[in-house]
């Protein structure tokens, strides 16, 4: 059973950094592609990173130049680097994975940003 479990989520100051970290139990490579999504109360879940086995990588643009996704193979992780953020940041994101085989989803993670 594929599990992937976020952690890294807080509260942050407008401005700051924050880094999730999205562990699976399966080698990330196994995927064909994984990544962040973050949803807010009352609207619809959204991409907002992607990396796919290929190395091909997507960003929302509202994070174009603030965020960078990354993945260390050895560790099974996969990490979203957040600088620069802003309140419109917050949000529960959730780590995403997907093969043939299904979607993924993590728990989520919650990250609130202050002002």
């Known amino acids: 059973q594929v599990q992937l479990v976020e952690s890294g989520g807080g509260l942050v100051q407008a401005g700051g950094s924050l880094r999730l970290s999205c562990i699976a139990s399966?080698?990330?490579?196994?995927?064909?592609?994984m990544g962040w999504y973050r949803q807010t109360p009352g609207k619809e879940r959204e991409l907002v990173a992607s990396l796919s086995f290929l190395d091909t990588i997507n960003y929302a643009d509202p994070v174009k130049g603030r965020f960078t996704i990354s993945r260390d193979s050895a560790k099974n992780t996969v990490h979203l680097q957040m600088n620069s953020v802003r309140p419109e940041d917050t949000a529960v994101y959730f780590c995403?994975?997907?093969?043939?085989?299904?979607?993924?989803w993590g728990q989520g993670t919650l990250v609130a940003v202050s002002s």
């Open positions: 995403h994975a997907w093969k043939p085989a299904g979607h993924y």
């Open positions: 399966a080698g990330v490579l196994s995927y064909n592609s």
